[in-house]
């Protein structure tokens, strides 16, 4: 099992003290000490259970990108990745499937991510999107609700005429998400 649990989220994270100790508080960093690596926590989690492989329980399909197509120009690919601890809505596994397209993820990587009661598969997230994602307002998508994305809202923001808002399409299903920058 993990032997430094908080070295382990940092690498996945790919951030170093530094910019750890940068990372506004409360930070999901801290909350992952209290990452639970017992199994039927899991096993029981009413956001994961339906994905999990039904004979190997601790096994479960995730979409894994590199950012949405138009932005990355790579198609998110859904793999094996084991469980290895969960915490609320996270999840961290060991990505058990060489992917085929994308060129900074590799079997054996260790793997952040999250599930949405809309979303078709769990996904990949990074704490750098979860930052960045709590000063946005991102409408449900118009066809399936799914309110997350898979680039980060700046970048898309820079992409767009507009000063404080703009629309992009669902990583999942290809509808329409509003998303708007919160005032601070
Ligand atoms: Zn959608």
């Given amino acids: 099992m993990m032997k430094n649990l908080i070295k382990q989220i940092k ?7 530094a910019q750890a100790q940068q990372i506004s508080e409360p930070s999901l960093l801290e909350k992952y000490v209290q990452f639970s690596q017992a199994p039927a926590d899991w096993q ?10 039904e004979d190997f329980k601790n096994d479960v399909q995730v979409i894994i990108h590199e950012g949405s197509y138009k932005n990355s120009k790579k198609y998110p690919e859904l793999l094996w990745v084991r469980l290895l601890a969960t915490y ?3 999840f961290i596994g ?27 598969y769990p996904f990949l ?3 750098t999107y979860m930052l960045e994602r709590e000063q946005w307002h991102i409408s449900p998508c118009n066809a ?7 680039d980060m809202p700046a970048d898309l923001m820079a992409q767009q005429t507009k000063n404080s808002s703009f629309t992009t399409h669902c990583a999942f299903c290809g509808g329409l ?7 601070i």
């Fill in 11 to 17: 690498h996945i994270l790919g951030i170093n003290n």
């Fill in 44 to 53: 029981n989690h009413v956001g994961l259970a339906p994905f999990l492989h």
């Fill in 88 to 90: 609320e809505n996270y």
């Fill in 94 to 120: 060991e990505l058990l499937d060489m992917p085929q397209y994308l060129n900074t993820i590799q079997k054996g990587d260790e793997l952040l991510f999250s599930t949405h009661p809309n979303a078709q």
């Fill in 125 to 127: 997230v990074s704490e």
């Fill in 144 to 150: 399936c609700g799914f309110n997350e994305l898979f």
């Fill in 177 to 183: 998400q509003s998303v708007q920058h919160l005032a």
